[in-house]
């Protein structure tokens, strides 16, 4: 026996039963085994993610204090460098300071020694000039004695041994 069947439009309701209950029974296998695994998916992604922002975040702590101790190591540096600088420039002066003070002292040095051999050469000089002036004199008189000259003759002959000396020298 048919049974009569409530039609709407196109559509019985028995093929709406049927429709309805083939939706739900698809969404229940969707989620059995698909939507499990997919969100178990998920879960495993967010957890990836998760873990790895941490690990970004500690490897820029780590960089970060890196940085830091780079810094801190660059700044002892320029410190200590700046340091060898001033202690070489102190060196440089007082070696500079050494140096001059060595060569006024041997300036002084040279020049007592020359006013000392100005001084014997003087002293030579002036006693060769009495040792010529002595022989002249007694040369001179020597002369006058074979000569009895008169005084303008006299006079004559010690311009001409005076001049002969200086001609000599």
């Known amino acids: ?7 709407i439009g196109s559509f019985t309701v028995g093929d709406s039963f049927f429709t309805l209950f083939t939706f739900a029974l698809l969404l229940v296998l969707i989620r059995i085994f698909a939507w499990k695994p997919l969100m178990n998916v998920m879960k495993e992604r967010e957890e990836h993610i998760a873990s790895e922002i941490d690990s970004a975040e500690e490897s820029r702590a780590q960089a970060e204090n890196l940085l830091t101790e780079q810094r801190e190591v660059l700044k002892q540096a ?7 600088i001033e202690n070489a420039k102190q060196l440089g002066e007082k070696e500079r300071e050494e140096i001059i003070k060595a060569a006024r002292l041997e300036s002084d040095r040279l020049k007592e020694e020359a006013k000392t051999e100005i001084v014997r050469e003087k002293e030579d000089a002036i006693s060769a000039l009495r040792e010529q002036v002595g022989s002249l004199s007694v040369l001179i008189a020597s002369k006058v004695i074979e000569k009895n000259l008169d005084e303008k003759a006299q006079n004559d002959l010690i311009q001409d041994y005076i001049e002969r000396l200086g001609d000599d020298k």
């Open 1 to 7: 026996m048919l049974q009569p069947q409530l039609v």
């Open 78 to 84: 320029r410190i200590e460098s700046q340091t060898m």
